[in-house]
């Protein structure tokens, strides 16, 4: 007898854990809500909650409020909020490794999922259920392995992403007729097994990129954020490992309008699993006008350092590099945002970092020179929004600092961050319930015809 496409198709099962303290929060938490919704969208469904403006229409769609989000909100003059918490606040209240101070982006994750700030011991165990799940299939290192060395990272990693899809559970019980209401438990089950498996995809695509194919064994004693640290095999490891405990909390997620985050939201919503979700997210993050942001401000400032000839320019000339590259019809790169209108808290967040860690670097003593002259410079035009710097201002001079010198590299570290905000937040539209997104385009023509209706 002919097997059906869908029964030739069978990805390994998976063990779990007998107990998921994470699991059995999130099902309490997520069937409060899902019935509570049900309840107001019941009730309140036919009211308008805000007009859409013809301009928005034609400019990506830019501040049009069409999706829920549940993980984080983003405020233009306060910033990004996780789950109600700022970014100072998650320093002082997240757990730390080992009584450090940067706060550990597990704990992150167990917050944006069920909107509770964790215990230390609560962290602990995430992070051991995190490397018990972290084990590489020999397929998705063959794979990188295939492709050139100077292929780029984000490549790379979007390809290693879809090559652990033949793990999901999600797809494998959606194959076998698997019930609306556990889809949730199956993406969470996706969503806690690729989280584990991405710092040794990410490392080693840097080792095998920058640094000869000389990889580095994961460190099964170290949190998930200290042995990504680990595995890259930068200089100062210890400070190193705190630096990137700080930095993938606060770029694991910034609302789901933003490109990489709708993203996979939309991808999610025809119930591809949460690696091919995923996967398509990174795609976007690698786009020029997103993600790949952060390695042109580096790539900027080598390049003002180069032309004035000096390490430690002064913030005169610094003045004037910025004048010619506006003179020349060009941005200056980190500066800007298309919500924010005040500094960055994460822009900030990294210089409190730099201020303790690495204050005598002539790099970081650049940004911030850069930040007194870029702001009023971008004021005086009367045409700029937003004259703040945002993530990506601050982000490269410190990975500089510790021997991550390779920028095209910068937006895979991003990507690893994000999976956290994300997947969060894909487990809970599939609790939700969410429908498949499906706006509704319009030609220029119909809009011709509706101004003239309507004139």
């Not at 198709?9 to 069937?31: A, C, G, H, I, N």
């Not at 170290?222 to 993938?248: I, P, T």
């Not at 800007?336 to 970092?353: E, K, M, S």
């Amino acid at each position: 007898m002919q097997l059906s496409k869908r029964e030739h198709w069978k990805p390994k099962p998976q063990q779990t854990s007998k107990m998921d303290r994470l699991k059995d929060k999130f099902r309490e938490k997520s069937s409060a809500l899902r019935t509570e919704l049900r309840s107001l969208i019941k009730e309140h469904g036919d009211k308008t909650v805000g007009d859409v403006k013809l301009g928005q229409v034609f400019g990506g769609m830019r501040g049009v409020k069409s999706m829920i989000w549940e993980t984080s909100n983003l405020d233009a003059m306060e910033g990004i909020r996780f789950r109600g918490y700022t970014i100072p606040e998650l320093r002082e209240k997240l757990p730390k490794f080992q009584g450090g101070k940067e706060p550990q982006p597990e704990g992150l994750f167990w917050l944006m999922l069920v909107d509770e700030i964790p215990t230390q011991e609560d962290v602990e165990w995430l992070s051991d259920e995190w490397e018990r799940r972290s084990e590489i299939p020999d397929h998705t290192f063959s794979v990188l392995n295939t492709l050139s060395a100077d292929t780029h990272p984000m490549t790379q990693f979007s390809i290693a992403i879809a090559s652990l899809q033949s793990n999901s559970v999600f797809a494998r019980r959606y194959a076998s007729g698997m019930s609306k209401l556990d889809y949730w438990d199956a993406t969470y089950e996706d969503a806690m097994n690729l989280i584990a498996c991405l710092p040794r995809i990410a490392a080693y695509i840097y080792r095998r990129t920058y640094h000869k194919g000389e990889h580095i064994e994961p460190d099964h004693s170290l949190d998930w954020a200290g042995n990504y640290a680990h595995m890259l095999g930068c200089s100062d490891q210890e400070d190193f490992k705190k630096l990137m405990r700080l930095y993938l909390t606060i770029h694991a997620d910034h609302e789901g309008g933003n490109a990489s985050a709708h993203t996979v939201h939309l991808v999610g919503s025809t119930l591809s699993d949460a690696y091919l979700s995923f996967a398509s997210g990174m795609n976007s993050l690698a786009g020029p006008l997103h993600g790949l942001a952060n390695q042109e401000v580096i790539k900027w400032v080598f390049e003002m350092l180069d032309s004035l000839g000096t390490e430690t320019p002064s913030k005169e000339q610094i003045a004037q590099y910025v004048n010619d590259t506006l003179a020349a019809g060009k941005v200056i790169p980190g500066y800007g945002h298309a919500v924010l209108r005040q500094p960055d808290p994460r822009f900030t967040a990294q210089r409190i970092f730099a201020e303790e860690y690495i204050p005598d670097s002539n790099l970081v003593q650049t940004i911030w020179k850069i930040f007194d002259v870029v702001p009023p410079i971008l004021q005086g035009l009367g045409k700029v929004k937003n004259p703040w710097p945002n993530v990506d201002a601050h982000s490269g001079a410190i990975l500089c600092h510790y021997g991550l010198t390779e920028y095209s590299y910068y937006t895979v570290l991003f990507g690893v961050s994000r999976a956290l905000g994300v997947l969060a937040a894909l487990c809970w539209s599939r609790a939700l319930g969410f429908p498949l997104e499906r706006p509704k385009s319009v030609t220029s023509e119909w809009i011709k015809e509706f101004i003239k209706s309507n004139s």
